[in-house]
């Protein structure tokens, strides 16, 4: 799980991240009834990290179900990609399983995005077991 959070956090260096970043346990939230100041993202387990993407238009296949995670960083380049404009210069992966690629370093560059980010997931998931059971 640890690995897990870490990789979350390495997710935010590009310039931009926070100053201080806090798991709070699974559920809970900060707040400071002085400030009002609040924050709550429902901690770092699987269910608060997850957000359904739903595609939709031309070069998009359709009717189609994808348990494959994701990032943030894919959606420019897989819009690009069904729009028929080569994605140069970006952080993410095609989404192939949603815009059919021919390119194998495209195909090549999701499946080390889905071997790399499964595991996150899988513990994220083992987390919330972990912290439900508790």
Do not use: C
């Amino acid at each position: 799980v640890q690995k897990a959070e870490q990789y979350l956090l390495n997710t935010l260096l590009n310039g931009h991240e926070p100053n201080v970043v806090v798991f709070y346990k699974e559920g809970s939230t900060g707040s400071d009834p002085n400030t009002h100041w609040k924050a709550d993202h429902g901690g770092a387990g699987w269910q608060s990290q997850h957000i359904p993407l739903i595609l939709s238009g031309a070069g998009v296949r359709s009717g189609l179900k994808i348990d494959q995670p994701a990032q943030m960083d894919d959606i420019a380049p897989t819009v690009l990609a069904a729009m028929g404009v080569r994605a140069t210069g970006m952080e993410g992966q095609v989404l192939t399983e949603a815009v059919p690629s021919s390119n194998a370093k495209v195909n090549s560059g999701r499946q080390a995005e889905i071997n790399q980010v499964t595991p996150v997931v899988s513990a994220l998931n083992r987390q919330e077991t972990y912290s439900a059971s508790n």
